[in-house]
């Protein structure tokens, strides 16, 4: 499979639509998980393959938080009435790949077993985060037009 061809074929996502840990605020949540827990997680994903992480900030040239109140706000700018609930989670993240295995694999891992499982506790609100796995195709990027 070339490069463009596998670009062009959809991927397995793992997406969370996350809660920091309560009483946190949210510039130490974000400031937790880009300084302290996605250094920790990165090499991992890299070892099993993972193809894609990342989470969804306001602004990536100057991020605040990952969906602070103040991005909420602006919903009232584009909702409409079919599409009017606001969503209340304060990060998306996403985690993308080939195989379900390499998601088993990087779970598996005794190293995630140990340091990973320990620090969603510190930051992250477990119990009230959603997950769901499906697929993400792109299909423009840039102003380009991909399939």
Same mark, same amino acid.
């Given at each position: 499979?070339?490069?463009?061809?596998?670009?062009?074929?959809?991927?397995?996502?793992?997406?969370?639509? @996350? $809660?920091?840990?309560?009483?946190? !605020?949210?510039?130490?949540?974000?400031k937790?998980? =880009?300084? &302290?827990?996605?250094?920790? +997680?990165?090499?991992?994903?890299? #070892?099993?393959? =993972?193809? *894609?992480?990342?989470?969804?900030? /306001?602004? *990536? /040239?100057?991020?605040?938080? &990952?969906?602070?109140?103040?991005?909420?706000?602006?919903?009232?700018? %584009?909702? !409409?009435i079919?599409?009017?609930?606001?969503?209340? $989670?304060?990060?998306?993240?996403? %985690?993308?790949?080939? !195989? =379900?295995?390499?998601? %088993? @694999?990087?779970?598996?891992?005794?190293? $995630? *077993?140990? +340091?990973?499982?320990?620090? &969603?506790? #510190?930051?992250? !609100?477990?119990?009230?985060?959603k997950?769901t =796995?499906? $697929?993400? *195709?792109?299909?423009?990027?840039?102003?380009?037009?991909?399939?």
């Amino acid at each position: 499979m070339t490069a463009e061809t596998k670009s062009k074929e959809p991927m397995l996502c793992l997406t969370m639509c @996350a $809660y920091k840990k309560e009483g946190m !605020d949210e510039e130490e949540y974000r400031k937790y998980m =880009i300084e &302290h827990h996605v250094p920790l +997680v990165r090499d991992l994903m890299v #070892k099993h393959g =993972i193809d *894609q992480y990342r989470m969804r900030q /306001a602004d *990536q /040239a100057t991020p605040k938080a &990952h969906n602070p109140t103040t991005t909420r706000s602006l919903m009232s700018k %584009v909702a !409409d009435i079919q599409f009017a609930n606001v969503a209340d $989670y304060d990060c998306i993240v996403q %985690v993308c790949f080939r !195989d =379900i295995e390499q998601a %088993v @694999a990087l779970k598996a891992d005794p190293e $995630y *077993q140990k +340091v990973l499982f320990a620090d &969603h506790d #510190k930051f992250a !609100d477990t119990k009230k985060t959603k997950m769901t =796995i499906g $697929y993400v *195709q792109d299909f423009l990027r840039d102003g380009q037009i991909l399939y």
